[in-house]
């Protein structure tokens, strides 16, 4: 029988002095926290028949059904990324002459920008891979690699690596989780009125929605970039959660940014700072390519309930779209199955999807691409408390689509049941005072 691997844990030693440093971050943060008390209710709160699972569990169920070749480094990942950045350079070379263009055939450009456009999505996932140790082990090299795949993200790595690596995967959807809803109860700052604005949901209008899927990856960007930049505080309050990193980190988070920010001027440069150029060559890649990539994580875990105990089955989903967008964008798609092994290759995330179908069928969410969007537009964005989802006005209350019983679907898109286990419902208490204003 396979044995768990180190590397399942996805934690080097940096990662654990980060985590360390977040932790007495944690202890000294009483301006803005969220009480502790909360947390005890939820887990008083909880079903007796559906108690949360740690991801932990999962992987001691599912490893030894495994290959040991599932968790190995798969280097020749590295030729996608690489493609995808000279898919981009190509695309800036051919914008350079759009000047040329006669006007009437300046169209025939849209076809590259969105061929752009989805290389811009490929960069973001497979350094999002790579930074989980599943494609090389080289600590520099990767750091290099990703500075380049993460450049047109506006995201330093060393950034993704305490947002995502560090807390997110260790808080999902938690209360200390920065990807996570805003609370009701959070103070109605600038952060909070974005997404209030322009994130899918009951209230937000066309133009508010086609806005904000070109942008919001850049809001994402710079409010947590401010925010540990700025501040480095667990007080700010314009993200959902503030988290700290160590002045080690913070410094390089400042350094690799003056990078990617000369990256972008250099760009600009090359195109002569030309409206038509920019717009076509530029802005145009960019906002679709964030569109297409923040499709996919507002579908990872808006719609499912807040969890005391990180449990992958419940605040995560997995989505299924064409297989060729599989192919495309790395298994992206299968989201839960990542949450329980981050470092694994993804090319064996099917085969994790079938485990989870056989062995917990009543706990995993799987919906069809279509259908998590629906929900997603159908109900609103804040918490009012982890299992109840409401609007800016507090009035309305409604149940996370995701926190009843789940059901995995077996076609591309499903009926708006599919739902998800019930963690029991509880008010968040949010003390707001002496924080950092945004």
């Known amino acids: 029988m396979n044995q768990v691997k180190p590397n399942q844990v996805n934690l080097d030693l940096s990662d654990i002095h980060e985590l360390s440093h977040d932790m007495r971050g944690r202890k ?251 717009a076509l060559g530029y802005f145009l890649p960019i906002g679709i390519g964030y569109s297409g990539l923040i499709f996919y994580i507002y579908t990872n875990h808006l719609l499912c309930p807040m969890t005391s105990v990180n449990d992958p089955l419940i605040n995560s989903v997995s989505i299924r779209v064409h297989p060729l967008l599989d192919q495309l964008h790395l298994n992206f798609s299968y989201h839960t199955e990542h949450h329980i092994f981050p470092g694994m290759n993804s090319d064996y995330y099917p085969m994790v999807q079938e485990l989870l179908k056989t062995h917990y069928p009543n706990r995993f969410n799987l919906l069809g691409a279509g259908e998590a969007f629906r929900l997603l537009m159908q109900t609103p964005r804040h918490y009012k408390d982890e299992n109840t989802l409401t609007d800016w006005s507090g009035k309305k209350s409604e149940p996370c689509p995701l926190s009843e019983t789940p059901r995995i679907n077996s076609e591309p898109t499903c009926s708006s049941s599919c739902k998800s286990v019930s963690t029991g419902a509880t008010d968040i208490n949010y003390l707001a005072s002496g924080s950092t204003k945004g």
């Not at 305490?162 to 109605?188: I, M």
């Not at 940014?257 to 972008?264: E, M």
Request: one cysteine or more; aromatic letters at 10%.
């Open 28 to 278: 000294t943060a009483c301006k803005t926290q969220i009480e502790i008390n909360s947390r005890k209710f939820m887990r008083s709160n909880l079903p007796a028949n559906s108690p949360l699972m740690s991801q932990g569990m999962y992987v001691k169920k599912l490893r030894p059904f495994l290959p040991t070749e599932a968790f190995a480094p798969d280097p020749s990942k590295l030729v996608i990324l690489l493609i995808n950045l000279a898919i981009l350079m190509l695309g800036w070379g051919i914008a350079a002459q759009l000047r040329h263009w006669p006007l009437t055939l300046l169209w025939l450009y849209v076809p590259l920008a969105i061929v752009m456009g989805n290389s811009v999505i490929v960069l973001l996932f497979s350094s999002h891979d790579l930074m989980h140790g599943s494609v090389i082990r080289n600590p520099r090299l990767t750091r290099f690699l990703s500075l380049l795949g993460l450049s047109m993200l506006w995201m330093p790595p060393t950034l993704w690596k305490a947002v995502h690596n560090r807390v997110h995967h260790s808080t999902t959807n938690d209360l200390g989780d920065p990807d996570r809803n805003f609370l009701h109860q959070q103070p109605k700052t600038w952060g909070k009125w974005i997404q209030d604005l322009f994130v899918p949901s009951a209230e937000v209008n066309p133009l508010g929605l086609t806005i904000g899927m070109a942008t919001a990856w850049g809001v994402y960007s710079f409010r947590n970039l401010t925010s540990v930049l700025l501040f480095n505080s667990e007080s700010v309050d314009y993200v959902p959660a503030a988290f700290t990193v160590s002045a080690k980190a913070r410094w390089a988070i400042a350094r690799e940014f003056v990078v990617i920010f000369l990256i972008h001027l250099s760009i600009c440069a090359f195109l002569q700072f030309d409206l038509l150029k920019l």
